[in-house]
């Protein structure tokens, strides 16, 4: 039997019996020792391995709540205005300028095989108030090919007009979704079902139909890799037959970078069939595939004012949200699940859908009792203080929507939410005072994945323009990097495999160039990672 | 349009809250024979009643709508599933989509407004009478409702008393003025029984767990029930009854009541904090026995109902 003994300048385990060493010692995948340097003499076959001797190694970072869509879109061209690295490590420069979003088009569609239409995804109008996005635009970049450009929230997307005339939508009117110009045509911003039926009929397929393969899959983990990530879920994932296969292809090779954990989608099946294809997955897993929680979506989100808001709902007075499914069949997929003993994430941004979601599991708990449900709330962006007392006394956890404070705080604190609901949005340190289990997250594609990045949104609360909100509401460095370990590794029932650095737990390992602890928290964000180990398996550029 | 293409293929929304009716309407429009290789697309595949009646109906005529992320578009959306269907399969005769509580039937309309290959039958909305107006005022689900009405060119209502149809006539105008108005006609109790509405009294029975010898089925709904009936059966059956526990809304009692059953004994207390409706639990011994005992729950709660349609539809606004 081999064991190896890792040295580095720190290991932060978190492991609060000891919560630093200088050594661990791995073999057959799992921890066999944490300690000194001295404490590893029991070891007398070990050999010693010093490529870390420089650095600093956590737990293997947790994200509690991403998607392998991320893994999907990067087949496409990025547009966004943020900086973002594909899954080979290449850094798309973000993009500050409509000249340099057209510039990148124009390149892009050089490397797209001519027969094809072009398809980019990212941009985000927000950024660009100023200007009228619309297919003049895209025309001056690329006019005798179609484009289809997905916007950030892959909900709005603006084409061409070839891709207008390739769908037949170049003369129509008096369809919602579909935007008129001055000119009284449809200028190229298109939303809503109809407009989309009609650009995925014209294209031949969607872009979403890849996230089943395993392609994919191998993708995303490479992304997740590099950003240091050793357990990750996908956290909306059909279940589907070729789905679950392509889960169990990719995590039975042993060179495989993450553990896998997806939730299923609870509205994609009937209560009873989700209940029996859940089990009947449950037998699959295995070391790095890790089947259970089911996933519900309540609202939209924020930013699309599609998040459900308790009064006096939006800022500016934009009309309230919408519900994913009716309220009444929400709380009674929550009965279903709890009372088949399965722990639901549920995804609410508004505080309206999180008092809906508290009372479905306050009802349950009174007619099925259970200890330990950890059913895990998913974004809560702007819970109220009521809420989070209550979220505490009925055992939630808490996978806060961190990523939000950076990318869209100003949004927040100028249209959406206002001032005082800012102090409160995506309300840490609360979480932390009452105890409540805590993770944090990036619900990449949404915004990029990086739990080092989301760990510095959570300490600075710093908006993209500069803005500090909710200062009450930081939190401290080591919590930061708890609830991207511990913290993420509980919400997701796994807290006795991962998440901390202790005998007999997986030797999933993330080593840094920099120390955390003592760096200014502003670098946070900006330390190199080296490598991940997964299994003992070392994972590098190299 | 002066001339219709009758080579495109006609699509009917079929709108209206959860438990108006919409399956039963489906259901009925099924029955009543559909075009040659008609395409459904329902929400719940779980709500839809496919008996033996249904049996020569293509299964893969019905697609079960995955409802996506309303934010992101994660999964699968109605506008994929559908250009998708049309890709894969040779041209359906006609194609119903039963839209979901909290769609707007307007949004899926356009797609045939717009579609090459697609023109507008229909939207239809179905009104639960007994329940409109507790529905449009509803803090939830108010808004989304009155959307659904405001998108139809019919609107059919059904748990309505024909004296107050009049009135109801002059409120509904008020959602939607043009949209042509029709009545399901009332059937008597017993033909009410036989169709029971999808949600209301939903008797499902859901087979929760047959393993071993035990079963177990459950009730939920926001029907009353007559508590007495209910403690006579429990009586009646104690002998193949393991355990019974829940909420009750009971007849003429304005709180919700926590049912315990064990050990032979029945116990009841006032609950203060539960769902504004029934949901029981019941667990006994597979058998013929615990069989009829689940048939003579499911009766009472149909008694009820009927009760219930002829309660609600006393003058409310008279």
Known sequence: ??????????????????????????????????????????FVDASYDSRFENDFLLPGFVEGHSHALEGALWSYGYLGYFGRTDADGHYWEGLRSIEAMQHRLREYAATVDKASPIIVWGFDPVYFPNERLDCKVLDA????????????????????????????????????????????????????????????????????????????????????????????????????AEGVKALETVTADSRYPVRLVPAMAALNWSPEEGTARLYDCKSRGNDKLHFGPVKLMTDGSIQGYTARLKWPYYHDGSPNGIWNAPPQQLKDIVHHYHQAGIQLHIHCNGDESVELMLDAIEEAQELWPRFDHRHTLQHCQIMDHAQLRRAARLGVCLNIFANHLYYWGDIHRTRTLGFERCQRLEPLASARRLNIPLAIHSDAPVTPLGPLFTAWCAVMRLSASGVQLGEHEKLTVPQALEAITLGAAYTLRLDHLVGSLEIGKFADITVLEEDPLTCQPDRLKDIVVKATLVGGEVHDDN | MTTIDYTLIPLTVIGGFLGAGKTTYLNRLIQGGLPKDALIIVNDFGDINIDAALIDYRDDSIIQLSNGCVCCTLGGTLAEQLAQALRIRAAPGAILIEASGVANPARIADIARISRRLRLAEVVCIIDGSRARQHAENPLIGEAWQTQLAAADKLLVNRLDPADRQESEKWLKQFNSWAHIEYEIERTPDSVRTQPSPRLLKPKAKRLSSHGHWHTFSLSGRTRIDKERLETLIAAYQEVLFRAKGFLLAEHSSSTELLQFSGGRLHWQSALRAPQETRLVFIGIAGERFSHFEQAVQGLLRKSASSEIVLTSEPAAK
Request: net charge negative; no cysteine.
């Open chain 1, 1 to 42: 039997m081999m064991t190896t003994i890792y040295h580095a300048k720190r290991i932060i385990t978190m492991n609060p019996s000891q919560p630093e060493a200088t050594h661990i010692a791995v073999r057959d995948g799992r921890i066999l020792a944490v300690g000194t340097e001295e404490s590893m003499k029991d």
């Open chain 1, 141 to 240: 970049a690329i006019n005798d090919r179609p484009v289809v450009m997905f916007h950030a929230n892959l909900h709005v997307l603006t084409v061409n007009t070839a891709m207008l005339k390739l769908a037949g939508i170049d003369q129509v009117e008096g369809i919602e979704g579909i935007r008129l110009g001055d000119d009284g045509k449809p200028d190229g911003e298109l939303q809503e079902m109809a407009a989309m039926h009609v650009v995925f009929g014209a294209l031949g397929y969607s872009i979403f139909d890849l996230v089943a393969s395993t392609e994919t899959l191998q993708r995303y983990a490479r992304i997740a890799r590099r950003s240091g990530v050793t357990t990750i879920t996908d956290l909306y994932n059909p279940l589907t």
